[in-house]
């Protein structure tokens, strides 16, 4: 099928092409772009991490503020005893743990219920950790000494995010790709064609978290310190979500490409106007279920199909 | 001595809980919608009554003339205009749930937003009926208990509703089967679209009656809508008897719970129950297995 290594071949070569670019940039540009990019990056790493499990198996996890969270304490935790490498990899390791044992005790429940109890999860975690902080600790605040520059920070979320989109990518090729879709189509038949739906639901979901997890580890760095209101920030979880919706769950780079917007809206937005950031998210969710219920990818790909068979018609008369 | 006053007063915040989850059940339990800006309507009624007592120094009982049509008319046209396309559009309620839950997550977002805009984030809160009163040797104060006979008094006249009047079959069939009660003429969209309404309008009642005793602000909505949730689950979607005394549960164990082991840990607590009983009993406390 010469049409799909075309195909792929395109999307490797522009994939390749920007990895390269974003890899040069901090040579030859400025700090704001380089910390506006980075957190690009980290947006790009969230949403597909969450439509990796969410998007495959449609259940709506609002849990990624907490696992985003836990990755943020365990580097606050760790960094002052560990090389901060490992404290990320501690992390990773720390959101999957978390994550298989909520995923064991809940991935039974279906629909609202999940939802609200991913929800609940996050606040739940944000209050054990901030009561804990304040009766153990006596302060809800902890430092963080890092002397990583923006720069090594703007390559590890870079590695990060093309880690994810190429998993997320191969995964979904793979036999569990496959079988993550059918539990999305509908769990009981998946079930019956001998697929282990809690394995594949608890690896996943983990997969999923660990790499949320790292990401607020890396972006802990950045802050001189956190706080339990810092790290479970809600907002995180919606954000991404939408991120996600917007760009398409259906594919792969769908919410790489939502995630763009959706940082733009929110470093113009969120940091002068933040109520109004809040009803321009609300509104999105809005317009995302009324008027593009796919997400963009679906419409992407097919504008992109329809210039390639125009220029193709082209180039035939014109030959 | 101590413990029974606590337990009280978790009784009559209870109360309040059974209250808000009711119009919450009214809402996911009869009109298939799950509403997750239910709480705005909660913490725009407690507004109103603020501005009621505070700007025009009328008694915050009377707000309720004013909250309760607009959060009836605006509940009925969210449903008429933008969950009926999605009702349609839905090929199971599974569907329907993730769609109703993103589009009343974007108007919970929006509203927070607008009350947050015209309204700030400010703590609000004043003092009505903030008077002792002294029960079996435990003293309570009267703005909790005259909240709780509210709450009291529109549950039951709700469950008078539903049992005894012809509205209240219809909507009684329209909770077990909405497409059989279609076939035997019952008008479901038109039903579940005022059921839907009255569900907004009992939140702003409910959070006129807190907020006589409770300070709130434009953030404290989801807080409610979340509690709600966890009462309607309790006590079993659309089983609108039993959400009452799931409500007076949840409030007693939070009191308890807050009082026995650490007050910031309400939340966990309620979560914890929460968790327990979607494991143990996903269907609800008061349903026949």
């Known amino acids: ?319 | 001595m101590i413990l029974f006053e606590v337990f009280l007063n978790g009784l009559l915040l209870g109360g309040m809980y059974g209250l808000i989850a009711l119009g919450l059940n009214l809402q996911y339990g009869i009109a298939r919608i799950l509403n997750l800006s239910f709480g705005e309507f909660f913490v725009g009624g407690a507004f109103v009554a603020f501005f009621t007592i505070m700007l025009w120094k009328l008694n915050p009982f009377l707000s309720v003339f004013v909250s309760i049509p607009i959060a009836f008319a605006l509940s009925w046209l969210i449903y008429q205009f933008m969950m009926i396309p999605l009702i349609r559009r839905a090929p199971d309620q599974d569907a329907l749930d993730a769609d109703a839950v993103l589009v009343t997550f974007g108007l919970f977002f929006v509203f927070q937003g607008l009350a947050l805009v015209y309204w700030s984030g400010d703590l609000r809160g004043y003092t009505y009926l903030s008077v002792p009163v002294h029960i079996f040797g435990a003293t309570i104060a009267l703005n909790r208990l005259v909240a709780f006979l509210g709450a009291v008094a529109l549950a039951l006249a709700l469950y008078g509703v539903l049992r005894y009047t012809r509205v209240g079959a219809a909507l009684r069939a329209i909770t077990i089967d909405p497409v059989a009660a279609g076939l035997v003429g019952i008008d479901v969209k038109k039903h579940s679209a005022l059921v839907f309404a009255a569900g907004g309008a009992l939140a702003a009642t409910a959070g006129m009656l807190v907020s006589t005793f409770v300070s709130f602000s434009a953030t404290s909505g989801v807080e409610y809508t979340l509690k709600a949730l966890i009462v309607v689950i309790m006590a079993g979607v659309g089983r609108v008897t039993g959400t009452l005394a799931a409500g007076i549960l949840l409030g007693v164990v939070e009191a308890l719970g807050g009082y026995l082991i650490d007050p910031s840990l309400t939340l966990a607590i309620n979560f914890g129950l929460f968790m327990l009983i979607l494991l143990v009993r996903p269907t609800g406390l008061f349903t026949r297995a």
């Not at chain 1, 996943?204 to 802990?220: H, I, K, P, T």
């Open chain 1, 1 to 319: 099928m010469p049409d799909i290594i075309d195909k792929n071949r395109t999307t490797l070569a522009i994939f390749a092409a920007a990895a390269v670019i974003l890899a040069l940039l901090p040579g030859i540009t400025s700090g704001y772009l380089i910390s506006f990019l980075l957190l690009m990056f980290a947006n790009v790493a969230l949403a597909t991490a969450w439509s990796f499990f969410s998007g495959a198996t449609r259940y709506i996890s609002l849990a990624t503020a907490a696992f985003f969270g836990i990755g943020i304490y365990t580097l606050a935790i760790t960094h002052v005893y560990i090389p901060v490498g490992f404290a990320l990899l501690a992390a990773a390791a720390i959101g999957f743990l978390v994550a298989v044992i909520v995923g064991l005790s809940t991935l039974r429940l279906r629909g609202v219920y999940f939802v609200v109890f991913t929800f609940g999860l996050t606040e739940l975690v944000h209050q054990v950790i901030n009561t804990w902080e304040i009766k153990i600790n006596r302060t809800a605040t902890r430092y963080i000494f890092s002397d990583v520059s923006n720069v090594t920070i703007y390559y590890v979320l870079l590695a990060v995010a093309l880690i994810t989109v190429v998993g997320s990518w191969y995964v979904s090729q793979s036999r569990l790709g496959y079988a993550l879709r059918a539990i999305g189509e509908d769990e009981t038949v998946a079930r019956h064609t001998g697929i282990n739906t809690t394995w594949v639901k608890v690896l996943c979901f983990a997969l999923s978290a660990s790499a949320m997890a790292l990401v607020g580890a890396v972006l802990a760095l950045r802050y001189p310190y956190i706080d339990a209101s810092i790290a479970f920030n809600n907002s995180w979880s919606f954000q991404v979500l939408i991120a996600a919706l917007l760009g398409g769950v259906s594919r792969y780079w769908g919410p790489m490409i939502g995630a763009i917007p959706l940082v733009l809206l929110s470093e113009f937005l969120a940091g002068t106007f933040p109520h109004h950031f809040s009803i321009a998210l609300g509104l999105c969710f809005i317009v995302i279920v009324y008027f593009i219920p796919g997400g963009l990818a679906p419409l992407i790909e097919r504008y992109w199909q329809r210039l390639r068979d125009r220029v193709r018609a082209r180039l035939a008369v014109a030959a």
